[in-house]
């Protein structure tokens, strides 16, 4: 139980392109999904929350109409890096958390298996 | 100064050797603590929570100093399957459950 996929698993696109990445939660509904991106030798960045039917939170210094997020049920999560450039490329990763009773924050996430996004 | 911090290695060990990790935490509301595993190109998987009575999954071992805000990871009788790396992570749950992750301990078990 409790499996994410993301799609797709690798991507390489020419620069100022638009590239969408999804996130789904298998066999659990998930009111919150997270998005993270890693740099190499470096630690996973949370980039953003997004709880489903509504906006998505970004943390400070992720601007949010490059890395669109739409959460429009609960299994599915987008992200879409819009006019990618080389420093864009990075390791992406969702994560998502089951929605059970009581309070949510307590409940584990589960990390999707991520994205290399490699922008020439 | 990084929230998390970790000593990035990489720590090279033989097989059998213990091997313990550090991490420290800058946020004294950090609230659970967790280490992960990670291998290379793939997504970070829960290893085991720490707590501050100190806890044990087989041959590892757990401990959190909330006075000192720091956490320790020991890993005993080391196997070529450990090889991979360590993520130390906190929680927050007054915001929404967020993770903060460390950079990660390099741990590389040689024959």
């Known amino acids: 139980g409790a499996v994410v996929s993301q799609h797709p698993s690798w991507v390489i696109c020419k620069s100022g392109t638009s590239v969408k990445i999804e996130c789904r939660s298998l066999?659990?509904?998930?009111?919150?999904m997270f998005w993270y991106r890693q740099f190499p030798k470096q630690s996973l960045m949370l980039m953003a929350t997004s709880n489903e039917g509504s906006k998505a939170t970004y943390e400070q210094g992720v601007e949010k109409d490059k890395f669109l997020i739409n959460h429009a049920s609960l299994t599915l999560s987008t992200l879409t890096v819009t006019s990618a450039h080389p420093e864009d490329s990075s390791f992406y990763i969702c994560?998502?958390?089951?929605?059970?009773?009581?309070?949510?924050?307590?409940?584990?996430?589960?990390f999707g298996p991520g994205t290399r996004l490699t922008v020439l | 100064r990084k929230e998390v911090e970790q000593d990035p290695g990489p720590f090279n060990v033989p097989e059998g050797a213990t091997v313990a990790f550090n991490c420290t935490y800058s946020?004294?509301?950090?609230?659970?603590f967790f280490w992960y595993r990670q291998d290379c190109r793939k997504e970070p998987k829960l290893l085991m929570s720490?707590?501050?009575s100190g806890n044990e999954d087989g041959r590892f071992t757990a401990q959190l100093n909330r006075a000192s805000q720091y956490i320790s990871l020991l890993i005993r009788d080391s196997k070529l399957s450990d090889s991979a790396t360590y993520l130390c992570?906190?929680?927050?749950?007054?915001?929404?459950?967020?993770?903060?992750f460390g950079q990660g301990t390099e741990l590389s078990v040689k024959p």
């Open positions: 720490v707590y501050s």
């Open positions: 946020n004294s509301a950090s609230q659970s």
């Open positions: 992570v906190v929680k927050r749950w007054n915001q929404g459950g967020k993770l903060i």
């Open positions: 994560s998502a958390r089951e929605r059970l009773a009581g309070r949510s924050s307590y409940n584990e996430q589960f």
């Open positions: 066999d659990f509904q998930a009111t919150t």
